[in-house]
T-cell receptor
């Protein structure tokens, strides 16, 4: 593993189903983030984690939950998917939250909810 | 509310220079970032400005004026591989990144 990986690459999901998007980084970064990217809109922060064991809500958290049991993994769960959650989801990490450092992005998961 | 404005799309010619503007209104300011995103790929970091002035990095330069809430990304000697979207993002008072919708840059031969 090098950098950030996400799985699956893409997924088609029936409305009402539960889905977990996986994110793993091997850079030992403390901070991790989940964004969604929709056409014509900027990246919008869903949830974030400043360090293992802590999480926080971003701009659009409703319908999503996260956990941060360890430094490397930051899964995003949709408890009951709805069509408005169709989007491209990016996981990102940075060395420290609150510092002027760069966020590194995973390759993204393209999710379609029907 | 917080707002980042960038042009939706720009077209330029290979070998030329292009300037992509970004204006922002945010609750606090703790730095401005530019990212490049090729179609179907993840954003990748280009530049960071926290003080007024110009930061140069090879063919790319980024300028910031905090008093005007304004930044631009300058791309010189354009190459076909520069065809991508360019995202402006501002770190607000909560140290969260607020993102613009991105500028799609089309390079023509």
């Amino acid at each position: 593993i090098a950098g950030i990986t996400q799985a699956p690459t893409s997924q088609i999901l029936a409305a009402g189903r539960r889905m977990t998007l996986r994110c793993t980084q091997d850079m030992r970064h403390n901070a991790m983030y989940w964004y969604r990217q929709d056409l014509g809109l900027g990246l919008r922060l869903i949830h974030y984690s400043n360090t293992a064991g802590t999480t926080g809500k971003g701009e659009v958290p409703d319908g999503y939950s996260v956990s941060r049991a360890n430094t490397d993994d930051f899964p995003l769960t949709l408890a009951s998917a709805v069509p408005s959650q169709t989007s491209v989801y990016f996981c990102a990490s940075s060395e420290e939250a609150g510092a002027p450092d760069t966020q590194y992005f995973g390759p993204g998961t393209r999710l379609t909810v029907l | 509310g917080q707002n980042i404005d960038q042009p939706t799309e720009m077209t330029a010619t290979e070998g030329a220079i292009v300037q992509i503007n970004c204006t922002y209104q945010t609750s606090g300011f703790n730095g401005l970032f530019w990212y490049q995103q090729h179609a179907g790929e993840a954003p990748t970091f280009l530049s960071y400005n926290v003080l007024d002035g110009l930061e140069e990095k090879g063919r790319f330069s980024s300028f910031l004026s905090r008093s005007k809430g304004y930044s631009y990304l300058l791309l010189k000697e354009l190459q076909m591989k520069d065809s991508a979207s360019y995202l402006c993002a501002v770190r607000d008072s909560n140290y969260q990144l607020i993102w613009g919708a991105g500028t799609k840059l089309i390079i023509k031969p």
